[in-house]
């Protein structure tokens, strides 16, 4: 039944598994193995949930939601832009601050007329708050007394204080992601958590309409007095305009200076002036170069168009020349130049060429008449636009400060336009009363409280419970460094491990650790009386298990001892086994017992030395108190073989120990010459020899012997025995650390064995091996 130690810490990875995942196997066994740890956490949490529950105060709770509608005012103002999602998650929480405000609390205080509620001022308390209160109250005896208040002050104080309870009673978050603001407020009375929580829905809705009244109201306010201001100053501007026009003689007509209205029109007529000059121009210089010409020349190239000219006089000598030229050249043509009526002609002709060319001079003269007065006139507007220039460049220094004093006297009144338009706005505004808010879920009357929540609590208390007992598990797990299975044995001493010894009681199992047990008697009859003669001496039953139970677990622990000690001891004819332990109580003495019992079973000469000269245990098994032993044959004081007793059942012999009070110095007389003589001796008539020794801790007698012995079995208790304080007495005496045969784990609680085994230990299959092993040994609960 080799089993692996299994403590807390070997459920994390060890260096070399670093790189893996924690082993659940093993995880697993110690949740197994600290099953009643874990429980009694749950437990112990459980009971205090249970008598919380029994005690607290039930509270009960109402809640309304309140839906932040900004589209509510849609038809009363103009719609503003719609607001960004950082803009309206700002507005929520403002709206949440609000209804969490002090300010708040004291109107709900005063609309629900709560100042002298018993319920908020007096409610019931739980023992925590009792004692809180308790607490509060000494604490106050000890500071200096305040002056006492008036009534007014003590009211108001009783106000304050109910609206703080009110602040601490309410909650108020906003619903997910959207609008929706949720209110709810406990109390002991589910009557007044709803009548509160209306309340409170009522005073956000009426401050919503009071802000908005109140703004508006003050809006107005400020809008009047600001438009009264602009007012006056927009018509002293517009004075300003008037009285710096008049004293600058800027005059003007059609929204223009009376200056600029005459220069834009003598700069007409002095365009329509210079194209008349231009026009009369061309007509003196066309006429005159005809002049020039001469009479018949000027009549020839005379080629003036009726457009013109309109002198018909010209037009119709013109055509008189042209008929009298053509009748002159056909009589010329006929009758030749000297005919009469040819010379005739010809003098007409040159009549009519003389009176064409002083009509043509006339014409000249005239066309530079309109000349030169078309000319005058340019010169005479050019002139005058010249002086109302000149005019206009001093006037329109001071037009500059003009345009300034009408552009200060447009931006007046335009803005006094724009305030005149808001209050307007704001004027009708105030005629709606809209909240932009609204309830969507009204508070009612709760029906079941609301805390304490049983099954969150009950639940809560397992959880805690479990974190507790784990906790507490894995400080127990981490403080478990003693021996359990097998692989503790190597891994702290680096021993053999030689097998378990079951913790004999019940069923062969003892179900109960470091408790006092008392032997069970044997019957005494006449045969076990006749058994014991003059040497005869008979152990108590306990003494006897590997003998009585061959084929338990218990004595297939000690036959492997044997077959230890035979490979180890291999040759020689005698042998000296020693039995130690770490410290008292760990069973040594039994095991001796057993072992020395086995071995005289088997047929071997056995002797049995209880060497423990200051707490002889295992002499006091005996039945009959012994009145000879090992320290009267050590001291030469009897013979030693008259000092031996003999177990008529086993054949073990055995030499016990007869205290002495004032035998101070165990460990000289162990490794006196006397004892040696005794050892030699007692070798010579005995196959084996086992010798049950001092705990190696408290006394040096075992260290003393240890030149006598062969080897050494080494017993230690179960989930007892520190693996430090073994190493350690091991490291300091290498004299008996070299000759240990192996380890026996003692008072083995096997029921539990299995827990602290890894995942396939042999520990784990030890149901398959019940029928290799018979528990037939004795029911008797006994003291190892």
Excluded: C
């Amino acid at each position: 039944m080799h089993q692996k130690n299994f403590t807390f810490h070997s459920a994390v990875p060890k260096p070399e598994e670093q790189d893996g995942f924690i082993d659940l196997d093993r995880l697993m066994a110690v949740v197994i193995r600290r099953i009643r740890t874990i429980m009694t956490g749950v437990i112990i949490l459980v009971a205090l949930a249970v008598a919380y529950l029994l005690t607290a105060t039930s509270s009960y709770t109402s809640m309304t939601q309140i839906l932040l509608d900004e589209n509510m005012t849609k038809y009363a103002e103009d719609q503003p832009p719609p607001a960004s999602s950082q803009q309206a998650d700002m507005d929520i929480a403002s709206a949440v601050e609000i209804l969490k405000s002090n300010e708040m609390a004291l109107r709900v205080v005063d609309s629900a007329g709560l100042v002298d509620n018993d319920t908020i001022l007096n409610p019931p308390q739980s023992p925590v708050a009792l004692i809180k209160s308790g607490i509060k109250l000494v604490v106050s005896a000890f500071k200096p007394a305040r002056p006492p208040l008036s009534p007014e002050e003590a009211r108001e104080a009783q106000r304050q204080m109910v609206a703080a309870m009110l602040q601490d009673a309410l909650k108020v978050e906003r619903v997910t992601r959207s609008s929706v603001v949720s209110v709810s407020f406990s109390s002991t009375d589910p009557q007044l958590a709803a009548k509160v929580t209306r309340a409170y829905a009522d005073a956000y809705l009426t401050d919503q309409l009071n802000a908005n009244f109140d703004a508006t109201e003050r809006a107005s306010v400020w809008l009047q007095e600001r438009l009264n201001d602009l007012r006056q100053r927009a018509q002293e501007a517009s004075l300003e305009v008037e009285k710096y026009k008049a004293d600058n003689g800027l005059t003007s007509t059609g929204g223009e200076l009376m200056s600029e209205q005459q220069i834009s029109d003598l700069n007409k007529q002095l365009i329509i002036a210079q194209a008349d000059t231009a026009s009369a121009s061309a007509r003196y210089n066309q006429y005159k170069s005809i002049i020039d010409q001469g009479p018949d020349n000027a009549v020839k190239n005379a080629t003036i168009s009726s457009s013109q000219t309109d002198n018909s006089v010209l037009q119709d000598l013109k055509t008189r020349y042209l008929a009298v030229q053509k009748r002159e050249q056909d009589v010329t043509q006929n009758f030749g130049a000297d005919h009469p009526q040819a010379i005739a002609l010809k003098a007409e002709r040159q009549d009519i060429t003389r009176q064409i060319y002083e009509e043509l001079q006339q014409l000249t003269a005239s066309y530079k008449n309109e000349y030169d007065v078309a000319q005058s006139r340019a010169v005479s507007l050019r002139e005058s636009i010249e002086g109302v220039v000149g005019k206009n460049s001093e006037a329109n220094k001071s037009l500059v400060h003009l345009n300034e004093l009408n552009q200060r006297a447009t931006a007046l009144k335009t803005l006094y336009e724009a305030y005149l338009g808001r209050y307007e706005q704001a004027a009708q505004q105030r005629s709606f009363p809209i909240a932009k808010a609204r309830v969507i879920s009204a508070a009612g009357v709760p029906t079941a409280p609301s805390s304490p929540k049983k099954t969150l609590v009950l639940a809560l208390s397992i959880i805690l419970g479990l974190m507790a007992g784990g906790a507490f598990a894995a400080f127990q797990e981490f403080r478990d460094r003693y021996f359990r299975v097998e692989g503790d044995v190597r891994a702290a001493l680096g021993l053999k491990f030689l097998g378990y010894l079951p913790l004999l009681g019940q069923q062969g199992f003892a179900k109960k650790k470091g408790r006092k047990r008392k032997l069970g008697p044997e019957p005494a009859t006449a045969t076990a009386a006749a058994e014991e003669g003059e040497n005869g001496v008979a152990f108590e039953r306990i003494m006897r298990v590997s003998v009585e139970a061959p084929r338990s677990i218990f004595a297939e622990t000690l036959r492997n001892a044997k077959l230890a000690s035979d490979v180890m001891l291999q040759g020689r004819a005698d042998r000296v086994i020693g039995v130690v332990s770490a410290l008292p109580g760990e069973g040594k003495s039994t095991t001796a017992a057993n072992f020395a019992a086995l071995l005289a079973s088997s047929g071997k000469r056995t002797l049995l030395i209880d060497a423990d000269l200051r707490n002889p245990g295992l002499s006091r098994t005996l039945r009959t108190p012994p009145q000879v032993g090992l320290i009267e044959a050590a001291l030469g004081e009897v013979p030693w073989a008259s000092a031996v007793k003999v177990d008529p059942r086993t054949k073990l012999a055995i030499l016990p120990v007869v205290l002495r009070d004032h035998l101070l110095h165990t460990s000289e007389l162990l490794s006196s010459q006397g004892m040696m003589t005794l050892m030699e001796n007692a070798r010579k008539m005995f196959d084996y020899i086992v010798v049950d020794l001092a705990p190696l801790g408290p006394v040096i007698d075992a260290k003393a012997f240890a030149p006598q012995v062969d080897a050494f079995l080494l017993v230690a208790e179960w989930g007892a025995t520190p693996t430090n304080l073994v190493r350690d007495l091991l490291e300091q005496e290498p004299q008996i650390n070299s000759r240990v045969l192996g380890v026996i784990l003692n008072k083995t609680d096997m029921s539990e064995l299995s827990r602290y085994s890894d995942f396939g230990g042999t520990e784990r299959y030890r149901q398959k091996y019940v029928s290799y092993y018979t528990e037939d040994h004795p029911r008797t609960e006994v003291e190892a």
